[in-house]
T-cell receptor
Framework: QKEVEQNSGPLSVPEGAIASLNCTYS??????FFWYRQYSGKSPELIMS????GDKEDGRFTAQLNKASQYVSLLIRDSQPSDSATYLC????????FGTGTRLQVFP | GAGVSQTPSNKVTEKGKYVELRCDPI?????LYWYRQSLGQGPEFLIY????????DSGLPNDRFFAVRPEGSVSTLKIQRTERGDSAVYLC?????????????FGPGTRLTVL
């Protein structure tokens, strides 16, 4: 089993819809969880961090963490074409372990 | 303030040559990380430093790869006898001292091409 699993996509959603991105991880010792957004040809950009079970909202983004199920998700409300990018889930103990990322396409 | 900077932005070299990649972290960040990213993959951890010492170098693929951070700020990733398979984007990230909540901020990367 890979340490971090994400559906590589592409996930295609229409503008204005909710995009749901999911991630499972294998290391029960992970304490921190991050979502990074990576535009093509650019470096990863931190968009959300979550450390405790439950939901964390920041603008149009909501991160959800379930440590018992080893599952973390990212919801993007009112998706915009500018949200089109690859989203990387990264659990962390000391170093970040990335999945392959999910490519999101938001079409007008 | 300034973010993480990396130089050069692009490096083309020939198989068998030696290369050095430089990373200048965010001022005050004590932790510094190197990752490598191949096309279609997420970044792959190589090594990280707390201060001047390498806290974890378990991701270095073999002994051709080496990294230093002599003064606890700038770091250099060194690759000897480069191979075509070393071609990738090398990313550097830094983080303030916090093992529990180590939000990492990435530089723009160095694209290495080995011919």
């Amino acid at each position: 089993q890979k340490e971090v699993e994400q559906n590589s996509g592409p996930l295609s959603v229409p503008e204005g819809a909710i995009a749901s991105l999911n991630c499972t991880y294998s290391d029960r010792g992970s304490q921190s969880f991050f979502w990074y957004r990576q535009y093509s040809g650019k470096s990863p950009e931190l968009i959300m961090s979550i450390y405790s079970n439950g939901d964390k909202e920041d603008g149009r983004f909501t991160a959800q963490l379930n440590k018992a199920s080893q599952y973390v998700s990212l919801l993007i409300r009112d998706s915009q074409p500018s949200d089109s990018a690859t989203y990387l889930c990264a659990p962390s103990t000391d170093k970040l372990i990335f999945g392959t990322g999910t490519r999101l396409q938001v079409f007008p | 303030g300034a973010g993480v900077s990396q130089t050069p932005s692009n490096k083309v070299t020939e198989k068998g040559k030696y290369v050095e990649l430089r990373c200048d972290p965010i001022s005050g960040h004590t932790a510094l990380y190197w990752y490598r990213q191949s096309l279609g993959q997420g970044p792959e951890f190589l090594i990280y430093f707390q201060g001047t010492g390498a806290a974890d170098d378990s991701g270095l693929p073999n002994d051709r790869f080496f990294a230093v951070r002599p003064e606890g700020s700038v770091s250099t990733l060194k690759i000897q006898r480069t191979e075509r398979g070393d071609s990738a984007v090398y990313l550097c990230a830094s983080s303030p001292l916090s093992l529990a909540h180590n939000e990492q901020f990435f530089g723009p990367g160095t694209r290495l091409t080995v011919l």
